[in-house]
């Protein structure tokens, strides 16, 4: 099977459940404190690790402890590492993440060691075995990170690899000019309904006149949109208990890129990815949380008990555990 290779933020989330946000100024006593790996990337990274897929990635941590454990964490969830560097002076990104009591969260980062990935640690041989590169939207913040995400985009291009890029709640309108930029090496952009606007565009078929083959607007709760020049198919969202909405976005291109490189057709690679957003954000946050094949397989037997999906994933399943 070929392997998925992700660049993006590795970072820490130090998750905050608080029942209402103060005033400016004031303080909100949290109900829980969790800390666990993030990073949009990462955790796309650890969820096609979970589905049985290989993923590499390529970001860059400090010589920090958190950068310690996120890398063991990330090894020992079974995704390459070897294409981490470690940045001397600039801190592993730790996140704040604040969950409000809708779910919803909110977050305050400082990029840190990200933000200096360089495009010299992109080499030709990362693309080895590739069947995918996927790129988080929160890459084409700031250079050098950008620059390194533009040169593998490049190189993926030019080898004809499928590129995807996520683009996540909260930076659409600070990326839009850069979205147009890499828009010629694009093959799949997923964004929030919102974004749409944001950015400029009024409608997802003005993103794929830019010559993009498939836009996947994730609708929270209401699945998503996966809309191509042939057709705009609905795929509605599963019903889950909403707990934290942290790295639904992540989840949902996890199970898109895993069911793209076993084989199935676009919008049962949406549906595999509206599960994996479901399941996500019925649990406190992403990282080492992102859901498994079983479970995924559990979520959709209850909606749907035959089709090629549910036959792929308990191929899959068997594939993985013998069963
Ligand atoms: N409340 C929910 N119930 C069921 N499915 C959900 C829910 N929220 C999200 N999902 C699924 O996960 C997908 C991605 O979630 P969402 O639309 O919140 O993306 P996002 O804003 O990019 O997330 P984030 O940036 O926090 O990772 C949705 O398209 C949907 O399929
Ligand atoms: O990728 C980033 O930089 C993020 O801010 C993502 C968060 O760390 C979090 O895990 C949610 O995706």
């Known amino acids: 099977m070929p392997i998925a290779v ?29 800390q666990q790996l993030g990073g949009s990337a990462t955790n796309t990274a650890i969820g096609l690790a979970r589905m049985g897929m290989a993923a590499r990635m390529i970001g860059r941590v400090g010589s920090d402890a958190v950068g310690d454990t996120a890398l063991a964490d990330m090894a020992g969830a079974g995704v390459d590492t070897n294409w981490i560097s470690r940045d001397p002076a600039e801190p592993t990104q730790t996140n ?6 809708s779910g919803e969260r909110t977050m305050f980062a400082y990029r840190g060691a990200n933000a200096r990935l360089a495009p010299g640690q992109i080499e030709p041989d990362v693309l080895e075995g590739a069947g995918m590169v996927h790129l988080s939207g929160y890459s084409l913040l700031q250079s050098p990170q950008r620059d390194a995400a533009f040169k593998l985009a490049s190189l993926a291009y030019a080898a ?9 709640a909260g930076v659409a309108a600070e990326i839009a000019q850069q979205v147009r930029r890499f828009a010629p090496m694009l ?15 009024a409608t997802a078929n003005n993103i794929v006149a830019l010559g993009i083959r498939a836009v996947v607007v994730k609708r929270g709760a209401a699945g998503c949109l996966l ?11 599963l019903a889950v208990t909403v707990v934290d909405t942290t790295g639904a976005g992540d989840a949902m291109a996890a199970g898109i890129i895993a069911a793209r490189l076993a084989g199935l057709a676009e919008d049962e690679a949406c549906q595999l990815g509206a599960t994996l957003g479901a399941l996500t954000v019925g649990r406190v946050g992403a990282g080492l949380a992102m859901p498994t094949l079983r479970e995924a397989e559990a979520l959709l037997t209850t909606s749907m008990t035959t089709g090629r999906l549910i036959d792929a994933l308990r191929a899959w399943i068997g594939k993985h555990t013998g069963r």
């Open 6 to 34: 992700l660049l993006g933020d590795i970072n820490v989330d130090l998750l905050l459940a608080i029942p209402a946000y103060p005033p400016e100024g004031g303080e909100a006593i949290a109900n829980s404190q969790v």
């Open 227 to 237: 809309v191509t020049a042939a057709a705009a198919t609905s795929i509605p969202g």
């Open 160 to 168: 004809g690899i499928p590129v995807s890029l996520d683009i996540p």
């Open 187 to 201: 093959d799949t952009v997923l964004l929030g309904e919102a974004d749409i606007d944001q950015m400029g565009f």
């Open 96 to 101: 704040i993440v604040v969950v409000s009591a």
